[in-house]
């Protein structure tokens, strides 16, 4: 290849004419960028003024030129990725230290003592709902832990949640069976419940007397009568007595007395035929007993004719005339042949035959109303 400036022979690796200095012509196989990547390397190497002791500009030392640069450049680079390592350390360092703190205070407020801190407080303040979710939780950590129980059972009472207070309530009993409140609150939810046979079962099974006699407030006995149902030949009057001053009611006509009863105030009374008399006593809070009832039949017994002597007849000396009265029965006479039954005279005691010719008549009554066949007979003295 020739110099185009001096027309000197050049050696093709050669970037400069050795004879005068002027840049070659580039070999034709170069693309127009490379020629044009070519010439800005010259350019940038004039503008310098370095001078080249041979003139020629080898490939090595431009790879070195290059290599040295990318030396400067690899350090900087190096600096800041390890500068950026040290931060994102140091960020991951204070989120796993925040996040431990954070995990610190979550668990030492959710601890039991703490939950069951709060949750006292929140009931004391009237907090129900609250104080609930407190328990539901203390419960979660310790499910045998008797205040955690006992304290759901209050507050699901409190919250008119009675079927869950129930629940509660009953464990919380098997840790205090002698426990009044808790029984306070368990019948009171069973009467909630219109659960009484509940109620009965707690009964059953009180620990003592004085829990016994708390259980029995809530349930009412059943009236007693004074007479036991059966067969009666004359009419009664039945009494009906309840406890501790409850009221009663009561039909007579096979009703059920708690939705049709009448309110009992004095003696039942009962005439001939078949009676049932239910009752039920109901106390102050509401309470209704169970149930009590008794059939009574009542056939009068027939009253025979009237008893009288003497007998009629012609008397020549006084005579005293005597009844047979039966029990429960009175007798009324006349002499003038008129209906006893309607203005006769009572008989208390015998008395005298009357002179002249008479018509002695008499008539029993009962106390059922019922009247004896009438008697009548002719006196002469």
């Not at 012509?25 to 004039?46: I, T």
Request: hydrophobic share 30%.
């Amino acid at each position: 290849m020739k110099c185009k400036n001096c027309g000197e022979e050049i050696e093709s690796k050669l970037l400069y004419c050795p004879k005068c200095g002027e840049s070659i012509q580039l070999v034709p196989e170069y693309d127009v960028l490379e020629e044009e990547l070519l010439s800005k390397v010259v350019e940038d190497k004039n503008k310098s003024k370095e001078k080249f002791a041979t003139g020629v500009y080898k490939t090595t030392g431009s790879d070195k030129t290059s290599n040295s640069h990318k030396k400067v450049v690899a350090p900087k680079e190096a600096i800041l990725s390890k500068r950026s390592c040290v931060l994102l350390i140091t960020f991951l360092l204070i989120i796993s230290i925040g996040g431990t703190c954070l995990i610190a205070a979550y668990a030492n407020k959710h601890s039991y003592d703490n939950l069951m801190n709060s949750a006292i407080k929140a009931e004391e303040g009237s907090q129900y709902a609250k104080a609930l979710g407190y328990y539901e939780e203390a419960y979660n950590i310790k499910t045998d832990s008797y205040e955690a129980i006992y304290g759901l059972g209050r507050m699901y009472f409190k919250v008119k949640e009675y079927k869950n207070a129930v629940e509660y309530l009953t464990i919380a009993l098997n840790y205090e069976p002698d426990n009044k409140t808790i029984y306070s609150y368990l019948l009171q939810s069973y009467v909630a419940l219109k659960d009484y046979d509940s109620i009965h079962t707690l009964a059953d099974n009180a620990p003592n007397e004085e829990i016994y006699s708390m259980i029995s407030s809530y349930f009412v006995s059943a009236p007693t009568f004074s007479d036991e149902g059966g067969e009666y030949d004359t009419s009664l009057t039945i009494y009906l007595k309840a406890n501790n001053g409850d009221q009663i009611f009561y039909t007579t006509n096979g009703k059920n007395p708690v939705t049709s009863g009448k309110l009992y105030s004095d003696g039942i009374t009962l005439k001939e035929g078949t009676t049932e008399i239910k009752a039920v006593s109901v106390n102050s809070e509401g309470y209704y007993s169970d149930v009590a009832s008794e059939t009574y039949v009542i056939e009068y017994a027939e009253l025979s004719t009237p008893a009288v002597s003497p007998e009629a007849g012609t008397y020549t000396e006084l005579q005293y005339i005597s009844i047979a009265v039966p029990d429960n029965a009175t007798a009324y006479y006349t002499w003038d042949g008129s209906d006893p039954a309607e203005n006769g005279i009572e008989y208390t005691e015998p008395f005298p035959i009357i002179s002249g010719d008479s018509v002695l008549s008499v008539v029993i009554i009962d106390a059922n109303g019922n009247q004896s066949p009438l008697y009548r007979g002719e006196y002469h003295y």
